[in-house]
Structures are given as C-alpha cells and as structure tokens.
C-alpha cells in the first residue's frame, strides 16, 4: 500500500497554523534576530561586530515539520502521537517535542520503544527528510494516522531516483548511507525494481571512476568496501553500466559537482562521448535552501572576520558543511545550540570532520572582534540570539540601547 492509500495519511496539515503560531514564536523566533536582519545583518556593540549571514536557519521544509507537529499535537490531543526519529537534526526542537508529549520510536529520545510501540490508535509523524518505504509499509499495516512532513525537495529526488530505476539506470546517490534521507531515497530505488551505490565524498567516488574506466581493483574489493552502501544484488560489472546521479539534499554543492564531474569523464572514457547519454544521467538534487545557505556563507566570509560560529545539530548534514567551508577561510566554531558558549570564556564545539566536541577557553579576545554567525537549516532562530546573548555576557558587553528598546517594544516587532 503506498502512502496515499492509506485512508488515515495527512500531507498538508490540519489548517491550524493561526493556533499553534502564538507557540512557534514564543519558541522559535527571536526579536534580536528579527532586528539584526532588519538593519543589514549587522550588530555593533562597542568593539564587537557581529555579521550575520544572509540566508541562515529554518528552511522551508523544517518550518513545515514544525508546523505540522504542533498541529497534530493539537488536532490529536487525546491521542498518543509518536516521532519515528529526530523531526529535525536539532536537540531544542526535538527537546519542545517531548515537552509536548510527543514521544519518540528510534533515536537518543527514544526509549527503545521502536515500531513495536505503536498501536492502530496512535498518530505517528514522519519526519522532513522522509523514511525508507518498507517502514512506511509497516506503518501502514499497523494502520496507525500517518502526518508525513517529508520535504517537498526530498520528494523530488526519490521522483528522479524511481524513474532512473524505471529506465534501467543505477541511482549513484552523493550522501550518507547511515543518514535517514540517503536511507529513505536509496529504498525507492529498489522498490522500482532498480540498484544503488552511494558515495559519500570524492575519495570513494575516485574508487567508483576507477571501476567504471578499467574494473578498479577488482569486483570483490569493490564489494567489501561499499558493503553498506549498495543495494542487494548490486554487482559493479553490471550495475555500473548505467548511472543516474542524485544527491542528498543537504551536501556540499562545491562537492557534489566535482562527484557528478568525475563520474561523467569515467563514463565518456569508458564508452566514448557518442554513448553518453545511454549511460549517464545528472539532476542534481541539492535543495534550494541548502544552495542558498552555502552561497550566504561564502559572501560572509568575504568579510574581514575573526572568527566563525556555525549552530546546528552535530548530526546535521547542512550544518557541518557549512562549517566546512567556513573552516577553509577562518577559525570555525560548530556549536550544537546555544548551550555550547559557557560561563568562564569557555566554548565546547565540534572541530571540523571530528565527531566528537571540545572545548576551548579564552576563545573571545579582548579588542577589536568581528564574529561571522550562521546557521544550519534546522536552527532556531531563538538558539542564535541566545548565543548572541552569550557572547556578549563573555565580552562584558550590553546590548545597544536602541536595540534593547526595541526588544522591549510592545508591539513586539523590530524597529
Ligand atoms: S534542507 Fe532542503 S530538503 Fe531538507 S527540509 Fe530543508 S528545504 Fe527540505
């Protein structure tokens, strides 16, 4: 049974948007942020500047997710209503969910519960990036209520994944195998009867490009080394004869070219310029908001900047690349909320490609500092400005009178 066979499965809310806003502001929003993107992304405060990117935080798909919980959460108030997973790669949201009652299957705010907790009567949401289709089965089969947040963007590449696998092509995804979106696109593949192979960065891709060009270093090594991220069957001498790429919607743009590059020389050498188009398809799938948040970073960093702050879930794909390319050009600071600035002039934040936070002291020097902020596509506003907050509490500093007055103004909008 397919998602739209269900008799019980919501895609589009409950039309209770006016209600649950009052609460998405009060938990969500930030009159600081509001005011820093009202007067050119900047905030001066003595010998402090803060710069803050252009497009950062809550993209369209997360601010739907959202919305959608607290939607059911109010449409099904007498209801057990159930997360399969995080909603989003970020601990304040998925913290407010458990606040509301909502409980989780899988995941560090489960309790083990997994599938086996869910009876006909619960309401389970689906998360923004989607899940795999033999959970949505199963789903289905219990006959549970099903709010599907999944993404718009993410839908379009299981489309292009489902039609790659309709035509005979295998889908070579740019993503993580372990991450619920890679996991959830690679299963439409095989529904349609197709195989996959994901890549996750450019040295595994250059293991690929061989294979395709002259067998690499052979079937079975090729095999052994993506056990994990092939389909079952997947057998490189056939598989790999046709490929269409798709992306995880949140990697690195820069990346995901020189991937779809390289796998388009290995194709052409392998069957010449004439075939290509019998053996090689390309639509990259990268999102909107992760383009548009890559693209702000990198006009910030043209700034002359002392340093970086990147928020974000320590899970979140989009977050740690933006630190990756911030990390290129200046000293970064990947924190998870605003919770990693601490008293004592202490930071702990996870140091690019670690997987593991430290922490620092002294990292806010006295003087002259201009501090570059962004944030990752499933941040809050609220964890920016209280990290602002916690910057200037380090540096001694108060807020700008015109700027306090207008946080206190009544009508509760930034002048
Ligand atoms: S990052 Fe892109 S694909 Fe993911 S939820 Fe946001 S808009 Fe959708």
Redesign the pocket.
């Given at each position: 049974m397919s998602e739209t066979e269900n008799r019980d499965y919501h895609r589009r809310g409950f039309g209770l948007r006016q209600e649950v806003e009052p609460e998405l502001e009060a938990h969500y929003r930030n009159a600081l942020v509001d005011w820093i993107c009202a007067h050119g992304h900047i905030l001066v405060a003595g010998d402090l500047t803060i710069r803050l990117a252009r497009e950062f935080g809550f993209?369209?798909?997360?601010d739907r997710?959202v919305d959608f919980a607290y939607e059911t959460r109010l449409r099904f108030p007498d209801r057990r209503v159930w997360l399969i997973g995080e909603i989003?790669h970020n601990p304040h949201v998925n913290e407010k969910m458990l606040e509301m009652g909502i409980g989780f299957l899988f995941g560090r705010y489960s309790k083990d519960n997994g599938y086996k907790a869910v009876e006909k009567e619960d309401v389970v949401i689906l998360p923004?990036?989607g899940i795999p289709l033999e959970d949505m089965e199963r789903m289905n089969r219990i006959g549970c209520t099903l709010v599907d947040t999944t993404?718009?963007?993410?839908i379009l590449v299981w489309k292009n994944v489902e039609q790659y696998a309709r035509d005979g092509f295998t889908s070579l995804i740019h993503g993580k195998f372990y991450h619920e979106?890679t996991m959830a696109t690679a299963s439409r593949a095989i529904a349609e009867g197709g195989h996959y192979l994901i890549v996750r960065n450019l040295t595994e891709t250059e293991m690929v490009y061989d294979q395709i060009r002259n067998g690499g270093p052979g079937r079975e090594r090729f095999l052994e080394q993506f056990d994990q991220a092939i389909s079952p069957g997947f057998d490189p001498d056939v598989h790999l004869e046709r490929i269409g790429l798709a992306n995880q919607?949140?990697m690195l743009k820069s990346e995901s070219l020189q991937v779809a590059d390289t796998l388009l020389k290995a194709i052409r050498d392998r069957y010449g310029a004439e075939h290509l188009a019998e053996h090689f398809r390309n639509f990259e799938t990268i999102?909107?908001?992760?383009q548009e948040r890559q693209d702000a970073i990198l006009e910030l960093l043209e700034a002359p900047l002392d340093l970086m702050l990147v928020i974000g879930g320590y899970n979140s794909s989009?977050t740690n690349n933006l630190s990756r390319i911030a990390a290129t050009r200046v000293m970064t600071y990947h924190i998870e909320s605003a919770r990693g600035i601490l008293p004592g002039n202490e930071i702990r934040y996870k140091p690019v490609g670690e997987k593991d936070p430290v922490a620092r002291y002294d990292w806010l020097k006295e003087g002259p500092l201009q501090i570059g902020i962004t944030a990752g596509?499933?941040t809050p506003d609220s964890e920016i400005g209280n990290a602002i907050l916690g910057i200037m509490e380090t540096l001694d500093l108060d807020l700008p009178v015109e700027v306090a007055e207008a946080m206190t103004d009544p009508s509760g909008k930034a002048t």
């Open positions: 993209c369209y798909g997360v997710a989003i923004a990036f993404c718009g963007s993410v979106e919607t949140t999102c909107t908001a992760t989009n596509a499933s």
